[in-house]
């Protein structure tokens, strides 16, 4: 880690900001000074009220809305909307990308900030300007180039070409690398420290720990809307014992384990895959899954790990009435005997359920309640003469809302409105609602915090306790050690390892998972 000492000159200073929704005070006398040309960090729990001060910063939520002050640069400032705030150099990116897709990369950096004179766009000057720009973040593609077609990572980096485009000094990113891959992270984080020796002051919020270690300078943590502290990432504290810190301040406890314990007791086998094959849905020569064998016992949690394209996920939805991929051949057995899936429906009604990586696009209707989401799988259930009992709909939703923790005013709450672990918690309740013995978690704990994910720990050791077979896909070596009794490593789509968790290693699983298949 590279130590750097700061001469005390601030860049930013937000001053006791109170911000209310009605019935809910969302920020209370929360403090903030960030030093100019450091990367600094902010950490909290879902909800703890962390985008809503960046929203408060960059006039989201304009000068009036909230009690408090904001001084850049010394002087207090007050903005009316996100034009003031980005005429000041104030630039935020948030988790939700902000791009057109079906404009090029050129026209999406300088949207709204056309290179034109007398109204009419110079397309030479804007495309020679993109250019440049996409080179200092290190994105090399031709500026006319539909944005839509490029990745996740490929297009966090034009949102910072667009940053830069605007002069920015103060770089405000929500959750930059939550949904990029190992590589695109790596190569994210390169480029906020390049930012920041060339003078850009970066604020992240990100709940992965490991990257805040690694790049910040400094950390506020934010908890239940009030400021908790700020820490010196190098004040000579070990990465674990500021990452220890930092939860301790996030979650108001000491977390000594990470992972509840439980006590395992495995029981006959449930579910088991042979020779399961799989090729790619428009690429027919593609195979996917290639030869994958694999088994679950009840009250087992099972891990599959692989890096990014090995096949997991395509894995797991095949597996699952064949919602992804053709030519899908191999055996399904229940209790040992073989069961022919051919849909969604075919699965639920053997006890197969699959909880997505994606909650937003596969999980949920962001539009509808609480109540609607937990009972959408289950819903035969309520309706044995073909229509919905509301009254027991209700009580079902309700009795998952207090089993699972589920923290909404009511079932009757949009479930857009909960947070990242909430939306979970709501996903999770669908599925077991269907009754499953065999449940597939795939990236369960993406995007939420540490204080959710142990909630997520607890309540699949709880399912494991009561029988269930439970398979977890994760991206998290740690998760799959912690959570995991064995664990299966996959390489680009064959099984190439399986290793009981109390023996594994994340080096050795790492080797496993990199290991050459002779296809």
């Not at 950490?43 to 809305?65: F, H, R």
């Amino acid at each position: 880690m590279t130590v750097r000492t700061h001469v005390e000159d601030p860049i930013l200073q937000m001053r006791s900001i109170t911000k209310r929704f009605p019935g809910v005070v969302a920020l209370s006398d929360v403090s903030l000074t960030v030093q100019r040309g450091e990367i600094h960090a902010i950490c909290g729990e879902n909800g703890a009220g962390k985008s809503t001060l960046m929203k408060v910063l960059s006039g989201v939520y304009p000068a009036g809305s909230y009690d408090g002050e904001i001084l850049l640069e010394g002087e207090p400032v007050s903005f009316s909307g996100i034009n003031d705030s980005e005429a000041r150099g104030i630039v935020i990116i948030h988790q939700e990308l902000a791009l057109v897709p079906h404009l090029s990369v050129a026209e999406n950096i300088f949207l709204g900030n056309e290179q034109s004179t007398a109204g009419v766009i110079n397309w030479h000057e804007t495309n020679v300007k993109a250019v440049e720009l996409m080179e200092r973040v290190g994105l090399r593609e031709n500026p006319v180039t539909p944005v839509g077609t490029l990745g996740v990572g490929k297009q966090q980096l034009i949102e910072i070409a667009k940053a830069l485009s605007k002069n920015v000094r103060l770089l405000i990113l929500d959750e930059p690398t939550a949904a990029l891959n190992d590589d695109d992270s790596e190569h994210l984080l390169g480029l906020i420290r390049d930012l920041r020796e060339e003078g850009v002051t970066c604020i992240i919020i990100s709940h992965k720990l490991g990257e805040i270690a690694a790049v910040a300078d400094s950390t506020t943590v934010i908890r239940d809307g009030s400021t908790i502290e700020t820490l010196d990432m190098h004040d000579g504290s070990t990465p674990e014992q500021t990452t220890a810190r930092i939860i301790r301040g996030m979650v108001g406890r000491d977390v000594e384990h990470m992972y509840p314990e439980r006590e395992v007791e495995i029981g006959e086998e449930i579910f088991r895959i042979e020779d399961w094959h799989v090729t790619h849905p428009t690429q027919p020569d593609r195979v996917v899954v290639d030869g994958a064998s694999l088994y679950v016992r009840a009250g087992e949690v099972v891990g599959i790990a692989g890096l990014m394209g090995a096949g997991r996920t395509e894995l797991a939805m095949s597996v699952f009435g064949r919602s992804w991929g053709r030519e899908i051949t191999g055996t399904v057995s229940m209790h040992g005997k073989p069961v022919q899936i051919r849909d969604v429906s075919d699965a639920i009604e053997h006890g197969i359920a699959y909880v997505s990586e994606d909650r937003k696009q596969y999980g949920l209707n962001l539009i509808e309640d609480v109540r609607r989401n937990v009972t959408a799988a289950g819903l035969k259930k309520l309706a044995p003469a073909g229509w919905v009992n509301a009254n027991e709909e209700i009580a079902v939703a309700e009795r998952y809302r207090s089993s699972l923790n589920i923290k909404s005013p009511s079932v009757l709450s949009v479930v857009e409105k909960l947070s990242g672990g909430n939306q979970q918690k709501v996903v999770l309740s669908k599925w077991l609602y269907t009754e499953p013995e065999l449940l597939i978690l795939d990236e369960p704990t993406r995007g939420i915090d540490v204080g959710a994910k142990f909630e997520i720990y607890s309540i699949i050791n709880e399912l494991a306790a009561a029988g269930k077979a439970i398979l977890v896909i994760s991206s998290e070596l740690p998760e799959v050690l912690g959570l995991c009794d064995r664990i299966y490593t996959l390489s680009v789509g064959r099984i190439t390892g399986e290793v009981d968790a109390a023996e594994a290693t994340q080096e050795g699983l790492m080797e496993l998972m990199t290991k050459e298949t002779d296809r």
